[in-house]
């Protein structure tokens, strides 16, 4: 705690009073600040994850892009609102992590709850007004643009076909019984990612992981939408996923569409969407449990995680 107060005091000028871990999320810890300046939210990416790379890489492109959102859409206080250096950078690292300061949010994350009828409508105003917004904003999106493809494939197939050896004696036993259908999923995903590349489809600003512990309704009664890290310029099924099994689908939609009247989802590239995340979610697993320093009950938990989501890949 002393190397992170003396960071936020080098960096951010901040006199950090007490530090207290939160429960964080799935790709960083996180700590509540609390200073004679206010609270703030810390979110630490350690550097000895394997995942910290891909989920730090774009910080500096997609940060900015939430703050223009911030001050030019009806997005304004629905957004974490960043801190940034001293330098006026977007975030700080030394040797073990990089770090990201949020001014704290009081409120409650919705988490395991299910969303009310009117976080319902609050949430589907909030996407459909993110979904007004491309590349025409005055900010660059480029490094943020979809491309369709599926950098981890590569090594999956490896570790799946040769490496698995290397894994631990259940979880090889877990991808040999499901060996065909693993192959099936990385097959179409390899086919849907050729095709999608070749078209010209719409793109726009999406989130890309809208799950409930990514929203919080803040003691203000506004609901906000955090964990910008996925932001994408992508077509808008990458954010439309993630409604299409809820019961609160079609309500959901109706509210959409009275901003984006003719709207009809894309099955192909939903398809590609739906495929994608569950066969990351399975190789962030597999990464974890190659190449993440974990003792036994994280590795017993990682195991857990991974044979629920093998085992669905039928369903
Ligand atoms: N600015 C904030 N203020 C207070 N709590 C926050 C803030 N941002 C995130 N949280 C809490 O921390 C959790 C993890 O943060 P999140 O940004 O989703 O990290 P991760 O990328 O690890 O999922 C959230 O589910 C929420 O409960
Ligand atoms: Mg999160």
Redesign the pocket.
């Known amino acids: 705690m002393d190397k992170m107060k003396h960071l936020l005091k080098v960096k951010y000028d901040l006199e950090a009073a007490k530090i207290v871990p ?7 810890l ?1 700590f ?1 600040v609390y200073s004679g300046d206010g609270s703030f ?1 810390l ?1 630490v990416y350690e550097k000895s994850r394997a995942s910290t790379p891909k ?1 730090t890489a774009l910080i500096d492109q997609y940060v900015p892009i939430t703050v223009w959102l911030m001050h030019n859409s009806q997005l304004r206080g629905r957004l ?1 609102v960043p801190v940034l250096t001293q330098n006026g950078d977007y975030k700080c690292e030394d040797d073990e992590g990089i770090y990201l300061l ?4 009081e409120g409650e ?1 919705v ?1 395991d709850k299910e969303l009310t009828g009117d976080q319902v409508e609050e949430l589907s105003k909030m996407i459909a007004e993110l979904h007004l917004y491309g590349e025409e904003i005055p900010v660059e999106t480029k490094a943020i643009k979809e491309d369709f493809a599926v950098p981890f494939l590569a090594q999956m197939r490896t570790v799946v076909d040769q490496a698995i050896d290397e894994l631990p004696y259940e979880v090889r036993e877990l991808i040999q019984s499901h060996m065909v259908q693993l192959m099936k999923l990385m097959d179409s995903i390899e086919k849907l990612s050729a095709d999608l590349m070749k078209r010209n489809l719409k793109m726009t600003l999406c989130h890309t992981d809208l799950h409930n ?2 929203l ?1 309704q803040s003691s203000s009664r506004q609901l906000m939408l ?2 910008w ?1 996925g932001l994408k310029l992508a077509p808008v099924e990458a954010d439309l996923m993630f409604f299409i099994d809820k019961p609160y689908y079609h309500a959901f939609m109706t509210n959409y569409r009275k901003v984006h009247n003719e709207f009809a989802i894309n099955p192909d590239v939903l398809q590609f969407y739906q495929d994608r995340r569950k066969l990351e979610d399975i190789w962030e697993f597999i990464e974890q449990i190659l190449f993440d320093r974990q003792d036994a009950q994280e590795r017993a938990e990682t195991i857990s995680h991974l044979s629920r989501e093998i085992r669905e890949i039928n369903s």
């Open positions: 939160q429960r964080g999320g799935w790709a960083a996180a509540k939210f979110k989920w974490p949020y001014e704290y949010i994350t988490g512990w990514n919080m955090i964990d890290e």
